[in-house]
């Protein structure tokens, strides 16, 4: 059983202020792919990153796969109350299975 | 459909009774997941369908959870005589590309199961 923790579990924060998620492992992955998750709602794609060592951008929201791709981290600049929710890590498990993390419960609070 | 349809949306059954949740997925999409979220909890793999066939079921968590799908398209998960800790959220999701590492997986609402 791989093993895939996330940290910190739960995180209020005041707008405005940066934070770092991070995506744990022991195992390597050919992938990893972020989601995040709303209230009521399925999780919902925000990233993929394949090659060890890259740095996706996607507006304020960085995101690191490690040079072992063991490891992935999630660094969100200036956040806002909108980037409320449950980040899911997803590593890519074999050919076809995405494991979830437990995530991380973000509260940006106005 | 534009997305993953999933029904009952909310279910809330008597220990013992046997419970269907029933999900559409996207249109041409081949590979469909069901997972389950506990609350409070991350995403547990449950099973995995290329097409209408299951080359995955290790995520059932017993001989009372079965799951199939049709024509390439709907899938039923089965749950029988159905216990407490079955109470969770069910999510299907459904993607195009499966041996592309960059494979999106889109998922429906979820159905919630209350089992009293």
């Known amino acids: 059983t791989q093993l895939l923790e996330q940290s910190p579990q739960f995180l209020s924060i005041q707008e405005g202020e940066n934070l770092t998620v991070y995506c744990n492992s022991s195992s390597v992955f050919s992938s990893l792919q972020w989601y995040r998750q709303e209230p009521g709602e399925g999780p919902v794609l925000l990233v993929t990153?394949?090659?060890?060592?890259e740095v996706k951008k996607l507006k304020r929201l960085t995101f690191q796969f490690g040079d072992a791709r063991k490891d992935s981290s999630l660094h969100i600049t200036a956040a806002q109350p909108g980037d409320t929710g449950l980040y899911l890590c997803a590593p890519k498990s074999g050919t076809y299975k995405y494991i979830f993390g437990t995530g991380t419960r973000l509260k940006v609070l106005a | 459909g534009a997305g993953v349809s999933q029904s009952p949306s909310n279910k809330v059954t008597e220990k013992g009774k046997d419970v269907e949740l029933r999900c559409d997925p996207i249109?041409?999409?081949?590979?469909l997941y069901w997972y389950r979220q506990s609350l409070g909890q991350g995403l547990e793999f449950l099973i995995y369908?290329?097409?209408?066939?299951?080359?995955?079921k290790s995520g059932l968590p017993s001989d009372r959870f079965s799951a199939e799908r049709t024509g390439g398209s709907v899938s039923t998960l089965t749950i029988q005589r159905t216990q407490q800790e079955d109470s969770a959220v069910y999510l299907c999701?459904?993607?195009?590309?499966?041996?592309?590492?960059?494979?999106?997986?889109?998922f429906g609402e979820g159905s919630r199961l209350t089992v009293l």
């Open positions: 990153v394949v090659t060890g060592g």
């Open positions: 999701a459904s993607s195009l590309i499966l041996q592309v590492d960059t494979g999106e997986l889109f």
């Open positions: 249109s041409g999409h081949t590979a």
């Open positions: 369908f290329q097409g209408n066939s299951a080359p995955d």
